[in-house]
């Protein structure tokens, strides 16, 4: 069972750079997002999709944009990278309609801005 | 705003150490409270939850208690193995209200099981 896939695992950028990373489910969920996880300070969101066609701010949105492609695929774009965006990325995806429901993640994205 | 205060780690414990990861809560309501639990290089993976006051969730030899009066959500397990050595998350979700379905996540504890 695939569930949450992350491309790429590893990324190295210079500052200025832009990229994308991509998340795709086979779950059928309805609700998807991305977090950042940095040192000593947990998993933060960065934007999440409740629904196929929409998507909404997280807490730490700034320097981000995001693409719900599809039902299955969720995508955080880098305009312009920075050193303060060196984290491990994670996407999940959950059914979606209850607040009390299971998130499944991806292995995450470690990426470096240089 | 919501909040999750876990203890600091790194924690080190012999195998078939009792353990014990302090988690406590700052939320309006009545939050889902949940433990989540992460392998070396892998993403998260939901250990237990409990949906409201006094519920127990429990899996895998974990057990944690919802507790509304002392806001807490202590992660426990009577007998540890190496192979739960792992980073430990505890998070919560408003159940009502603006970002119902957004967790809010603890900052992380360690553990390190030796033989």
């Known amino acids: 069972n695939a569930g949450v896939t992350q491309t790429p695992k590893f990324q190295v950028l210079k500052t200025g750079q832009s990229m994308t990373l991509q998340c795709a489910q086979d779950?059928?969920?309805?609700?998807m997002y991305w977090y950042r996880q940095d040192p000593g300070m947990g998993l933060r969101l960065i934007y999440y999709?409740?629904?196929?066609?929409?998507?909404d701010k997280g807490e730490v949105p700034n320097g981000y944009n995001v693409s719900r492609l599809n039902k299955r695929e969720f995508s955080l774009r880098l305009e312009s990278a920075a050193p303060s965006q060196t984290s491990v990325y994670f996407c999940?995806?959950?059914?979606?309609?209850?607040?009390?429901?299971?998130?499944?993640f991806g292995s995450g994205t470690q990426l470096s801005v240089l | 705003g919501n909040s999750v205060t876990q203890m600091e780690g790194p924690v080190t414990l012999s195998e078939e150490a009792f353990l014990t990861i302090n988690c406590t809560y700052t939320a309006t309501g009545y939050p889902s409270l949940f433990w989540y639990v992460q392998y070396p290089g892998e993403g998260l993976q939901l250990l237990l939850k409990?949906?409201?006051?006094?519920d127990k969730g429990s899996n895998k030899g974990f057990e944690a208690t919802y507790r509304k009066e002392t806001t807490s959500f202590h992660l426990e397990k009577g007998s540890v193995q190496v192979s739960d050595s792992a980073v430990y998350f505890c998070?919560?979700?408003?159940?009502?209200?603006?970002?119902?379905?957004?967790?809010?996540f603890g900052k992380g504890t360690k553990l390190s099981v030796i033989p």
């Open positions: 779950m059928n969920h309805n609700s």
């Open positions: 999709s409740a629904s196929e066609g929409t998507t």
């Open positions: 409990a949906t409201k006051a006094d």
């Open positions: 999940a995806s959950s059914e979606g309609g209850s607040p009390n429901e299971k998130l499944f």
């Open positions: 998070a919560l979700s408003p159940n009502s209200g603006a970002g119902s379905y957004q967790l809010t």
